[in-house]
C-alpha cells in the first residue's frame, strides 16, 4: 500500500472503523467534543471580563463581548489541543483531517461560499422574524455590533481572527466529530442534528449577551448555515474548500460588526 493511499483513506469510514474496533476510538471523544468550543468561549469572555472588573467597569461582561474576535482565539488553541490529543490516540495527525491531493480548492471553495450564503442570509431573516418579530433585532450597543475598537484589534478582527477561527471551526466539527459520528451512527440525520445543534449553539457564545431572546435568536440564525456546511462536507468530503468558504463569511462577519468612527 502506497503512503498516498494510506493519507487518503485515514479518515475514512474504514480507517474510522479498524481504529473503533482496536479501541482507539470510541463514541464518546467525538460526543464530548461537541460542547467543548462552546463552553471555551464562555471561558474566554469571562476572562476578558475579569480584567473589566478589576479596573472597576460598571458593565464588565458586554465590555468584554466586544473582544469576541479576540478571545474568540483562546477557543481556537483549545480546540487545537484537543484534537492533538484525539488524533494522537488515534495514532494519526491533526493534518491527516484535511483532504489530500485536492484540485481547484480555490474554484470550488468559492462555490461552496456561494451555496452557503443564500442559507446564512436566510438563518438572519428567519431568526429575526421569529424572536423579534422583525428585521429590527434589540441588543447592548457596541457588543456584537458596532463594535469600537483599537487599530490593533481592528487588525486581529479582519487579519488573523478568521483564517484561524475558519480552520478550527471546521477541523473540529467537519474534519474530526462528522466523519466519526457519521460511521458510528447508523443514520446520518443523527450525526446531523447532533453537529448542527452544537455548532450553532457556539454561536449564541460569540458573544455571549445575558438575554434568552438573544441566545435563541442567535442560534436560530446560525442553524441553517452550519447545517449547510456540514452536509456539503458529508458529501462531498472535500475539507479545504469548505474551509475557504467559511473564510470569506467570517471576514465579512469581522468587517462588518467594527464601528470605523470613533467619537
Known amino acids: 500500500m502506497t503512503a498516498d493511499y494510506q493519507l487518503i483513506e485515514l479518515n475514512s469510514p474504514e480507517s474510522i472503523k479498524k481504529r473503533i474496533a482496536s479501541g482507539k476510538l470510541t463514541l464518546l471523544a467525538p460526543?464530548?467534543?461537541?460542547?467543548?468550543?462552546?463552553?471555551?468561549?464562555?471561558?474566554?469572555?469571562?476572562?476578558?471580563?475579569?480584567?473589566?472588573?478589576?479596573?472597576?467597569?460598571?458593565?464588565?461582561?458586554?465590555s468584554a463581548g466586544k473582544?469576541?474576535?479576540?478571545?474568540?482565539?483562546?477557543?481556537?488553541?483549545?480546540?487545537?489541543?484537543?484534537?492533538?490529543?484525539?488524533?494522537?490516540?488515534?495514532?494519526?495527525?491533526?493534518?491527516d483531517l484535511f483532504t489530500p491531493h485536492l484540485r481547484r480548492v480555490l474554484l470550488t471553495g468559492i462555490i461552496f461560499f456561494f451555496i452557503a450564503a443564500p442559507f446564512s442570509a436566510f438563518g438572519s431573516f428567519l431568526g429575526s422574524y421569529l424572536v423579534y418579530g422583525g428585521w429590527h433585532v434589540i441588543l447592548p450597543p457596541g457588543v456584537l455590533y458596532a463594535r469600537q475598537l483599537p487599530l490593533w484589534g481592528i487588525l486581529y478582527a479582519i487579519v488573523l481572527w478568521p483564517p484561524v477561527w475558519s480552520v478550527t471551526e471546521e477541523l473540529t466539527y467537519n474534519g474530526y466529530i462528522a466523519p466519526r459520528l457519521d460511521t458510528m451512527f447508523k443514520h446520518r440525520w443523527l450525526t446531523v442534528t447532533f453537529i448542527?445543534?452544537?455548532?450553532?449553539?457556539?454561536?449564541?457564545f460569540l458573544p455571549l449577551i445575558l438575554d434568552w431572546k438573544y441566545i435563541i435568536w442567535?442560534?436560530?440564525?446560525?442553524?441553517?448555515?452550519?447545517l449547510a456546511l456540514n452536509l456539503i462536507y458529508l458529501k462531498t468530503r472535500k475539507l479545504q474548500p469548505i474551509i475557504l468558504a467559511h473564510y470569506i463569511m467570517d471576514v465579512v462577519a469581522a468587517a462588518t460588526t467594527i464601528s470605523y468612527t470613533h467619537k
Open 196 to 204: 448542527g445543534f452544537f455548532w450553532a449553539l457556539q454561536h449564541s
Open 218 to 226: 442567535r442560534f436560530i440564525v446560525f442553524v441553517p448555515c452550519v
Open 67 to 95: 473582544w469576541w474576535t479576540v478571545w474568540a482565539t483562546l477557543a481556537d488553541i483549545g480546540c487545537l489541543a484537543i484534537l492533538f490529543k484525539l488524533t494522537r490516540r488515534e495514532n494519526i495527525r491533526i493534518y
Open 31 to 62: 460526543l464530548l467534543f461537541l460542547p467543548a468550543r462552546g463552553i471555551m468561549l464562555i471561558l474566554g469572555q469571562s476572562f476578558f471580563a475579569l480584567f473589566y472588573i478589576l479596573q472597576g467597569d460598571k458593565a464588565p461582561w458586554d
